[in-house]
């Protein structure tokens, strides 16, 4: 569908009652706390050694600022902000360069004005350079896309159950009987709302498990809410908390290496809720989301934060909950700044166990890798190269996530890329799509592959019964199958070449309605929600259409949609008489002029053609007819 579909836009721009847009934005608030979102103030101020109430701030300044980067990126303004439901979080794979740029500079709040004066001129690199990555988005095609956001989910697990199992540190503890209980009843609960309910409760079945769990966990002591009565009502963040921000080469470059990377993760994201949503993603988009990004990183090094990137959980819970409001997000947003300043809202929110959030993290890091299954399941997977991509991405993405001490084989300016399975899965998926697809010669195509059963010899087929011989050969069709009980009336075939006069005489025979209707059942050419058998997916894959760019599939797509107004049947094409997507799209314009008497019967030659290629894919010794 596209992004200019009218109910798409309005199911991004819809404004639920105000009761369910604060219970739903708290909802990703928490999601948001499942991902990690304290975890990096709480890793660069032990490593640096500092005091707690600059922990205390930083926390504060991590809150305040993810809020205005998920408004920034839902709401939007001018050409900043994707405006999709978005929820902005901190970038893990930052944490390790900011430790490194804060001890080379000294160390403790000191070493922290290098790194924050790193962050805002990154932050606003990325907001000039935006729209150069609009540029690449050609260069994510599903096999990249969904190789990508598989990734993320399955990266994500691994957090997920380290939380269900006590969280890090001295409470991590797998053996503990009551961590799995809280973990698996929380999932539980989920998935009961799920069953039992289709309305308003199952979109807010994460909140619900995540309060049941936390209640459970109450009444048998194993959490309190001590903090929350030490926490004070009012922490402000004040810009350059830790003093004037101050610039050096060395630490820009290492920020701007995080910031390419998160721009991957980011744009994966766009592409994951877009496919939620059923909209295509458009270069616009990407370099909207990219000045989102660059604003909202520079406003955070003012603020002594952190780079920040799309949060995938968040993705998946909104489609958890099917609920894709745009507003909903800034809602999430607001609170998100109300914690920052507010932090006795924030130690209710901190008090929810480890194992509860794991719980329920363990469902929304899982949907993310299903949205990912659902952009892999059209690509074309006869094509060797795509089942490469997927396979070495994921493959080298979960070697660095298992074992991650493995960084420690390269060099130390390297292990920002192989610290993180994310990143690595993300270049190998980026980086074999361009050497396999758009290196060397043009449309390179393997040949097609040979069909998954033997080839039927002729005697068998003469042995065959009617209803065998239907079910042998429906494939040569796109729909009804009387011309092929007519062929099987011509037996025995004295010869493969006898069979095709028997197919054809029996095909050409066919009565104008029959024609009509078999017409009819053709799919359009390279559509998205084209499932039509092997024989099809391999006819398109030998011209190209199986993987197409996003602009070359919406000319494909304005030339199908204007075949089918003027004719008002789909646009049939022997693909394979094609060499590609060029030769595909001349050919269409070309028929467009013609009258509706020769349009109908070029068409129905086009079929005949096809249904001869997709007979020497079945019978031996068989080629297709030259004519």
């Known amino acids: 569908m596209s992004a200019d579909d009218p109910t798409r836009r309005d199911a991004v721009d819809e404004v639920p009652p105000a009761g369910k847009l604060v219970i739903y934005g708290f909802q990703h608030v928490l999601a948001f706390f499942a991902g990690g979102a304290i975890v990096i103030p709480i890793l660069l101020a032990s490593s640096l050694g500092l005091t707690g109430g600059q922990l205390v701030h930083l926390i504060n300044a991590a809150l305040l600022t993810c809020g205005i980067a998920t408004i920034v990126q839902s709401v939007g303004f001018w050409k900043v902000g994707v405006r999709l439901p978005l929820?902005?979080?901190?970038a893990f794979v930052a944490v390790s360069p900011m430790i490194a740029i804060s001890l080379d500079a000294g160390g403790g709040a000191e070493g922290l004005r290098t790194v924050y004066g790193a962050i805002i001129v990154c932050g606003l690199i990325t907001f000039a350079i935006a729209p150069l990555f609009a540029r690449v988005v050609r260069y994510f095609p599903p096999v990249v896309t969904g190789s990508v956001i598989t990734i993320i989910g399955l990266a994500l697990l691994p957090v997920a159950?380290?939380?269900?199992?006590?969280?890090?540190?001295?409470?991590?503890?797998?053996?503990?009987?009551?961590?799995?209980?809280?973990?698996l009843g929380t999932l539980a609960v989920i998935v009961l709302l799920h069953k039992v309910s289709r309305g308003f409760l199952a979109t807010i079945g994460v909140l619900l498990g995540l309060a049941i769990g936390t209640t459970a966990a109450w009444l048998l002591g194993d959490t309190d809410f001590g903090e929350v009565g030490r926490a004070d009502w009012i922490g402000l963040s004040t810009p350059f908390q830790f003093g004037v921000p101050q610039l050096s080469l060395g630490p820009v470059i290492s920020m701007m290496i995080v910031m390419l990377i998160t721009a991957v993760e980011t744009t994966g994201a766009v592409f994951a809720v877009s496919e939620i949503l059923d909209r295509r993603v458009r270069g616009d988009d990407i370099a909207r989301a990219m000045r989102a990004d660059g604003l909202s990183v520079a406003v955070g090094g003012v603020l002594n934060s952190f780079p920040y990137t799309c949060f995938s959980e968040n993705v998946g819970l909104v489609r958890i909950t099917g609920v894709t409001s745009r507003w909903v997000i800034s809602v999430a947003g607001v609170f998100m700044m109300l914690l920052g300043l507010v932090p006795k809202f924030a130690a209710i929110v901190t008090s929810i166990p480890a194992p509860v959030l794991g719980?329920?993290?363990?469902?929304?890091?899982?949907?993310v890798s299903v949205v990912g299954f659902q952009i892999l399941s059209r690509v074309d997977f006869h094509d060797h190269r795509n089942s490469l991509i997927v396979a070495a991405s994921i493959g080298i993405a979960m070697y660095v996530t298992a074992v991650p001490d493995v960084k420690r084989a390269?060099?130390?300016?390297?292990?920002?890329?192989?610290?993180?399975g994310i990143t690595l899965g993300a270049v190998t998926a980026i980086g074999l799509n361009l050497v396999l697809h758009h290196l060397g010669p043009r449309r390179r195509r393997p040949a097609p592959d040979p069909p998954s059963t033997t080839r039927l010899p002729l005697e068998h087929i003469n042995n065959m019964t009617r209803e065998e011989f239907r079910t042998s050969f429906a494939a040569l069709f796109q729909g009804p199958t009387q011309a092929i009980d007519r062929a099987y009336e011509l037996r025995p075939f004295a010869n493969a070449t006898d069979l095709r006069a028997a197919l054809q005489e029996a095909y050409f025979s066919s009565s104008n309605?029959?024609?009509?209707?078999?017409?009819?059942?053709?799919?359009?050419l390279g559509g998205p929600s084209v499932v039509c058998g092997e024989m099809s997916t391999r006819d398109r894959s030998?011209?190209?259409?199986?993987?197409?760019?996003?602009?070359e599939q919406v000319r494909l797509d304005e030339l199908t949609r204007a075949y089918r107004e003027r004719f008002g049947f789909p646009l049939v094409m022997c693909l394979r008489d094609q060499s590609h997507l060029k030769a595909v799209l001349d050919r269409g314009q070309q028929r467009l002029h013609n009258t509706m008497a020769q349009e109908r019967h070029t068409a129905v030659l086009e079929v005949a053609r096809i249904a001869d290629h997709r007979l020497s894919d079945l019978v031996a010794e068989?080629?297709?007819d030259p004519r």
């Open 410 to 420: 390269v060099p130390e300016w390297a292990q920002i890329f192989v610290g993180s």
């Open 87 to 90: 929820l902005q979080g901190v």
């Open 161 to 183: 159950a380290v939380s269900a199992a006590g969280g890090d540190g001295p409470s991590f503890d797998p053996g503990n009987g009551r961590n799995m209980a809280y973990a």
């Open 542 to 551: 030998t011209a190209g259409l199986a993987q197409l760019p996003r602009h």
């Open 622 to 624: 068989t080629n297709p």
């Open 359 to 367: 719980g329920a993290s363990l469902a929304m890091f899982a949907m």
């Open 513 to 524: 309605d029959e024609l009509q209707q078999l017409l009819s059942c053709y799919p359009d």
